[in-house]
């Protein structure tokens, strides 16, 4: 069964508690998004972790280098996931996944930006990481681009991974994207950007649980 | 005459502006680096700036994603300086250097990790980027490496940028990274690391106004 992720993108402390509040029961993981966590700091995993107990929080760092220096603070506030980019160095990647595994969370690997994808999830998948990301960014999707082509390559590696796929799924794509291998889809702006995210949330989970 | 930044590496809040204002008098930049931006948020950027007032502030985001969204907060709460992944797609980057101009500041792109570095510096150049940062991480350091043949090969290029070099500088290479080009030299661990930081940073200061 392929897990949701909501990714909060807000830059708001109180906006992000309140959407993840209206979407919670319908989603698994709740994302951090990168420029939120920078805007907010460490107390928003905390503050989001006692809303959510139950839930599985990711930090979206997006860790270039210090890998375990940057990572492990925010396992050890409450977050059960957290990204490091492909485009970093291999001792950062590793950084993070000692982090991870010295915290029982999970270190994804971001393959945004990466240009050899196939060569680095390996590399990574052999060093621990528990999920790779197949992510078309926010600008790369304002320019049409999106993740599909990349799942098939990733998917077709047959890595003991998790596969974790964002880049503008939405109703029309999520079903598609479970059936070509994601484990966990990423949704943001589907939810946000809807009339009613619970309503939004609920129907992509119908969605999901039946691709 | 070469700036000298000095980078803010702790997680802790109070300890990074104490870290400041021992060592303001005798740098020009103070960063604030990234695991501190993502540990204490967008409010570190405001308080480091109302203690210091005729300091330009940067502010090590290492953006990959969503460039003028992540940057333009920063840059609106008085950071005169924020760092763009080279490594990112070149409409991230864009995205910073809009964020930049709209605000009176500047766009740095951080070569780290970046293969073909000579390419993407002549990339965001051509496209507005104020300066050009030559950066080995913490992890790639501590695995020997310096960033002192990349500064050959970016000075060699004779953009119109101001190039910042990051790395392990100390009072033995920073009279030869002034020299061989870099109008920026960041200092961490030789000051913070030092008995009398206010002392070592005194002593850098002088270093490089004497290169």
Known sequence: ???IQMALDSLDFDATLALAAQVA???DILEIGTPCIKHN???LVTALKAAHPDK???VDLKTMDAGEYESAPFFEAGGSITTVLGAADMATINGVIAAANANGGEAQVDLIGVEDKAAVATAAAKNGAQIIGVHTGLDAQAAGQTPFADLATI???GLDVKISVAGGINK???QSTVQAGAAIVVVGAAIYGADSPAAS???L???VDAA
Chains 1, 2 share one sequence.
């Open 172 to 174: 029309d794509t999520i």
């Open 155 to 157: 998917a077709g590696l």
């Open 205 to 207: 989970r119908a969605l």
């Open 201 to 203: 949330a609920k129907e």
């Open 56 to 58: 599985i929080i990711l």
């Open 1 to 3: 069964m392929a897990q």
């Open 25 to 27: 029961e319908h989603v």
């Open 41 to 43: 700091g460490l107390k």
